[in-house]
């Protein structure tokens, strides 16, 4: 399996500037191409850490996450990653080693790892390797819910979890890594595939927010009124009741790392 992660890099002069980016009211379509050196942040209480932002939440637009590329140098890391005592926390691994200690348990990771941390946990991350470290890093403030207990830490794996096929199809599957029926959790972030010609064979309009990074193959994807063709390490961000669809292109396994918001009421009040 591959993961892609933000290329880096500038572009010399000879690049014509002219590029398929788009921000509109209904989604944003973030191209790997745009994900460069000069657009990253350091981040307060990391070392030898930039990271690509490519979500937060906005007023009228997708308001309950964030969303980073993370890189990390050897040697580098945090020991207070996370400055809201309310976040939990999703990260998944693309390549490199990772270090994570949570709540004093240590915890190896590598390509296609993934770690769930709970809110009010105590985190620790560095990279012990000798190459960079490259993560995906999702952020959502914790919403209780009467009844209903915190969820507990998790370590595992993209390798350690079986796809679940979709009904009547076998060419589109979902990687759970929470169980759907455990209401504890608000949020869920999945792995989505498609094989070669697989689609999403209705435009799905719904209550949930979506980040959707794209980690392997090709595919025209519907976005609002659009059909946009994404391809390794493109982003994009949808806000509530944006319409999507999907067509896998290429010969090899269309997948992405998809966010949503679940399970909770929504506000009656902003």
Known sequence: MTYAFPPGGLPDQSVSPVGRAVFTTAYAFIPAITQRDIVTSALPGWTGTRAWI??????????????????????????????????????????GEMH???????HALSDGGYAYIAPGAIWQLTNPGQTPLQFHWIRKRFTPAPGLDTPETFVTSDRAVAPTMMPNTDKWATTRFVDPGDLRHDMHANIVTFQPGGRIPFAETHVMEHGLYVLQGTARYLLNQDWVDVGPGDFMWLRAFCPQACEATGDEPFRYLLYKDVNRHPALTL
């Open 100 to 106: 994570l200690k949570i709540d004093g348990l240590d």
């Open 54 to 95: 490519l979500a937060r939440p906005l007023t009228g637009f997708a308001e309950t996450f964030a969303q980073y590329a993370v890189e990390v140098a050897p040697g580098g890391g945090s020991d207070r990653p996370e400055p809201d005592s309310g976040a939990q926390a999703v990260l998944f691994v693309t390549s």
